[in-house]
């Protein structure tokens, strides 16, 4: 199957500071990916999606200043968490769908502590 | 909105028992329904995807069915083990949206 790649796997950053999270389809083209936040035990929340060469798409609540996603090219895109807080300290999970059947793959994630 | 359920919330089993995870979806226009595994602090992994035209599918000790006009989806997992134990999540995709359940925690014991 397709595979999808983050970078770094986890992250440890002082609160006031910038994190940049990538997301690589390796072995495909993604034109469209999807962000998700995941707090301890709870499902996946759908953060916003991202959509190459336009602006991203963000769900009701998720504040686009804070949260800045570029889909650089058909295989990278980046969610860079801006003036991280302790509240943002999350699994951080992005996804791209494969073609023709709408089968998600989805990145290893990446565990975010802002202390 | 699609909303996702998944119950139970929780399930403790003996090894070697049969079990059945059960998902519904409030929205019956779904493209496929996935079930996937997350273990503690990892991502997900794919187990089974059901397109909407079909009623089920299977991989070794998994079988996936899909009811789509009741909006309903189970995960069965035969002979369990203790290594099955993990979080299992099921999710519909309506297209480019793909809304997640809520999850069920399995825990088998040995």
């Known amino acids: 199957g397709a595979v999808v790649s983050q970078h770094p796997s986890r992250v440890i950053c002082k609160s006031g500071t910038s994190v940049k999270i990538e997301c690589r389809s390796l072995d495909f083209q993604a034109t469209t990916m999807f962000w998700y936040r995941q707090f301890p035990k709870q499902s996946l929340m759908l953060m916003a999606t991202?959509?190459?060469?336009?602006?991203?798409?963000?769900e009701q609540g998720v504040e686009k200043d804070k949260f800045l996603i570029n889909h650089a090219s058909l295989t990278l895109s980046t969610l860079t968490v801006t003036s991280a807080h302790p509240e943002d300290s999350s699994f951080y999970i992005c996804s791209a769908p494969g073609t023709g059947n709408y089968e998600q793959f989805f990145g290893p994630g990446t565990r975010l502590t802002v202390l | 909105k699609q909303e996702v359920t998944q119950i139970p919330a929780a399930l403790s089993v003996p090894e070697g028992e049969n079990l059945v995870l059960n998902c519904s979806f409030t929205d019956s226009a779904i493209y496929n329904l996935q079930w996937f595994r997350q273990d503690p602090g990892k991502g997900l992994t794919s187990l089974l995807l059901?397109?909407?035209?079909?009623r089920e599918q299977t991989s070794g000790r998994l079988n996936a069915s899909l009811d789509k006009s009741s909006g309903r989806s189970t995960l069965y997992i035969a002979a369990s083990q203790p290594g099955d134990s993990a979080t299992y999540l099921c999710?519909?995709?309506?297209?480019?949206?793909?809304?997640f359940g809520t999850g069920t925690s399995l825990t088998v014991i040995p």
């Open positions: 059901i397109q909407s035209s079909q």
């Open positions: 991202s959509n190459e060469g336009s602006k991203a798409t963000y």
């Open positions: 999710a519909v995709s309506t297209g480019n949206q793909f809304y």
